[in-house]
């Protein structure tokens, strides 16, 4: 079945912040490099896919400042 996929941004942020939920409740404690990876990667992918859509770079950029807090990485420094 070849359908696009439709989303909003805030189904698209809402999904990704489910997911990284749900890793962080089945990682180790503290999270090894591939608890890391794994939130990284889910967080790379959500960016890829956002940039795709309106919102703008700002909120963009916050989102992504957001999740990596979330995830309990650091965000990178050029992310205010």
């Given at each position: 079945?070849?359908?696009p996929?439709?989303l909003t941004?805030?189904e698209?942020l ?6 990284l939920?749900l890793?962080?409740?089945?990682s ?6 591939f608890?890391?990876g ?11 896919l956002?940039?795709?859509?309106s919102?703008t770079?700002?909120q ?7 999740l990596?807090l979330?995830?309990?990485?650091e965000?990178?420094a050029?992310?205010?």
């Open positions: 079945m070849d359908r996929l439709t941004y805030d698209l809402a999904e990704t912040r489910q997911a939920k890793l962080i409740t089945t180790s404690t503290p999270p090894d490099s608890d890391r794994c939130r990284s990667g889910v967080i790379n992918f959500w960016f890829q956002a940039w795709k859509t919102p770079e700002e963009r950029r916050e989102d992504y400042r957001q990596c979330l995830a309990g990485l965000p990178p050029d992310v205010h």
